[in-house]
């Protein structure tokens, strides 16, 4: 009788194997350390069994179907936990150490092929592209694998980038990350509008000014001698008034902290009131009220969406921080606390902290804002940067604390402009030649703190902006970069690993006036990198 094989087994054999695989050199070593020991004890207890065995008769008799199945199962566990415990430690993502350092030595040179399943319709999906080398490239060692040749990538890239489907603009830049040596650059050096792009530089700006572990507050205080609470903005963009933070700063427990903490006064009501006072000037983006962008305020509670979305256009709040404020005194009278109408304040120096609660690191903001292309956190991040380096805490003072930051970083700034810290503002202007050295710089091993550049791209038909894009390419999966769009504006930057397994950084901006098909041009953006990973230009 044939027993098919079962579905679930079928997932789960390749994980079981590349377990195997890691383990089996270490229990090979255990049983080879515990060999000597086991067969000492054995000679030890050898002639009293047998003397045994000579003056008693055997009393076990042979095990039942049951009795056998019962002890296999049991010797299997056994074998099991020793298998996971030789495997181990587990990381903090959840996979074992050995399973990750044994993946990261490997090189693998095909994709799995799903074979046809009995009693389906027979469309099998396409062989997985495989990608190994992602796991590698990033500090790998100068010179492991070898580098594409400048003549080669020229060959290859030329012919796709003079496309004039692409626009009438064209420019872009292929950089080695191992040795940051450009190998590729047409029209690197002009500046052109860049989108969303924009926020790699917002990005590495903010994880340098203020730090990869800094977390933004949100607090309530007590003006000293007086019944007023006030709200006071930190400019979280993160803030959220629903049930579920998701790891975000809770609004909910806001209000948990500071009902406890008015719990012990006398009296009635309170006056409620809320500061935006951390940021200056207009609160409107150039652009105009936007389903992509909130009106930026110190203050706001899920991005002032008016929806249950997390990500992507929705309708937004004309009044974001009044919203909040006023959810805020909801959830204050929820807790027993009475509370005015709450209207505009700016808590003074004497005011004393009820509660604090914090958004996650920077490095989390960046990462969700790269993957998500959320405008929101970009802005607030550009603000977090004038913060820190003692900027008005505007859309100008944001721009040039990001330029003035990445000028310390001795990054290439010819004719680039920041405007905002989304790209939205078609005021922006950066350079191919910029691009690619935000993403070396976030490369680099003596910067740690940039890793989140890199980590928050989207992967190219899996996450993010890139979940939709390179359906049946090469660049699939392998391919992770930010995406910009506006009318006419059509950009994308990022990283890949070529079938040399050598880590490449590269930018290609276009825009056209009159607009290129929107499609056609995102298509060609999308080959440009696929042929990267596919060259093997060495």
């Known amino acids: 009788m044939v027993v098919p094989e079962l579905r679930a087994w079928r997932a789960a054999r390749p994980h079981v194997a590349r377990v195997a695989r890691s383990v089996g050199p270490r229990l090979v070593r255990v049983a080879e350390a515990v060999k000597p020991p086991l067969v000492r004890a054995s000679e030890a207890v050898k002639p009293p069994l047998a003397r045994a065995a000579g003056a008693v008769k055997p009393l076990v008799k042979r095990p039942s179907t049951v009795q056998f199945t019962t002890g296999a199962a049991t010797l299997g566990l056994v074998v099991a936990a020793t298998v996971v415990t030789v495997a181990g430690p587990w990381d903090s993502t959840g996979q074992r150490t050995a399973e990750r350092d044994w993946a990261a030595s490997r090189e693998r040179t095909g994709g799995t092929d799903h074979g046809r399943v009995p009693g389906t319709s027979g469309k099998e999906?396409?062989?997985?592209?495989?990608?190994?080398?992602?796991?590698?490239?990033?500090?790998?060692?100068?010179?492991?694998?070898?580098?594409?040749?400048?003549?080669?990538?020229?060959?290859?890239?030329?012919?796709?980038?003079?496309?004039?489907?692409?626009?009438?603009?064209r420019a872009g830049a292929v950089v080695d990350l191992a040795t940051g040596k450009r190998l590729y650059g047409k029209g690197a050096d002009d500046a052109l509008t860049p989108a969303s792009t924009t926020k790699i530089?917002?990005?590495?700006?903010?994880?340098?000014?203020?730090g990869a572990d800094h977390r933004i507050a949100t607090r309530a205080v007590l003006e000293p001698g007086t019944e007023e609470v006030v709200l006071v903005g930190g400019g979280d963009p993160t803030l959220t008034a629903r049930k579920d933070a998701d790891g975000n700063a809770s609004l909910r427990a806001l209000a948990d902290d500071t009902a406890r903490a008015l719990a012990s006064r006398k009296g009635g009501r309170v006056t409620l009131s809320y500061d935006t006072s951390l940021?200056?000037?207009?609160?409107?983006?150039?652009?105009?009220?936007?389903?992509?962008?909130?009106p930026v305020t110190a203050l706001m509670a899920d991005e002032g969406?008016?929806?249950?979305?997390?990500?992507?256009?929705?309708?937004?709040?004309?009044?974001?921080?009044?919203?909040?404020?006023?959810?805020?005194?909801d959830l204050l009278h929820e807790r027993g606390v009475e509370t005015t109408v709450p209207g505009r304040s700016k808590a003074s120096d004497r005011a004393k902290t009820l509660a604090t609660v914090q958004s996650p690191p920077l490095s989390a903001l960046v990462e969700r804002m790269l993957t998500s292309s959320d405008n929101d956190i970009a802005e607030a991040l550009a603000r977090q940067t004038a913060l820190a380096?003692?900027?008005?805490?505007?859309?100008?003072?944001?721009?040039?604390?990001?330029?003035?930051?990445?000028?310390?970083?001795?990054?290439?700034?010819?004719?680039?402009?920041?405007?905002?810290?989304?790209?939205?503002?078609?005021?922006?202007?950066?350079?191919?030649?910029?691009?690619?050295?935000?993403?070396?710089?976030?490369?680099?091993?003596?910067?740690?703190?940039?890793?989140?550049?890199?980590?928050?791209?989207?992967?190219?038909?899996?996450?993010?902006?890139?979940?939709?894009?390179?359906?049946?390419?090469?660049?699939?999966?392998?391919?992770?970069?930010?995406?910009?769009?506006?009318?006419?504006?059509?950009?994308?930057a990022g990283t890949v690993v070529d079938t040399e397994g050598r880590l490449l950084a590269f930018a290609f901006l276009t825009e056209s006036d009159p607009p290129a098909n929107p499609a056609t041009a995102q298509q060609g953006l999308d080959e440009l990198a696929s042929t990267l990973a596919t060259c093997g230009c060495d």
């Open 125 to 169: 999906p396409a062989p997985a592209p495989s990608a190994a080398s992602v796991l590698v490239s990033v500090g790998a060692a100068v010179g492991s694998v070898p580098s594409p040749s400048e003549k080669a990538l020229a060959n290859v890239l030329g012919p796709l980038l003079d496309d004039p489907a692409l626009g009438t603009d």
């Open 201 to 210: 530089a917002t990005a590495v700006a903010a994880l340098t000014a203020a």
């Open 279 to 294: 940021y200056a000037g207009s609160t409107t983006h150039p652009i105009g009220p936007n389903t992509n962008l909130a």
């Open 305 to 329: 969406r008016l929806n249950d979305s997390s990500s992507g256009p929705a309708n937004r709040s004309e009044d974001p921080a009044g919203d909040a404020a006023r959810k805020f005194a």
């Open 389 to 492: 380096a003692g900027e008005p805490v505007s859309f100008k003072g944001g721009g040039t604390a990001v330029r003035e930051q990445l000028k310390k970083l001795d990054l290439p700034l010819k004719g680039v402009r920041f405007a905002d810290g989304s790209g939205l503002d078609r005021a922006d202007k950066l350079t191919a030649d910029l691009l690619t050295a935000l993403l070396a710089e976030a490369a680099d091993p003596d910067r740690p703190e940039l890793r989140p550049v890199l980590t928050g791209l989207p992967v190219a038909g899996f996450t993010g902006t890139l979940s939709k894009r390179y359906a049946d390419r090469p660049g699939t999966g392998v391919v992770r970069a930010k995406t910009g769009t506006l009318t006419g504006v059509h950009t994308l």
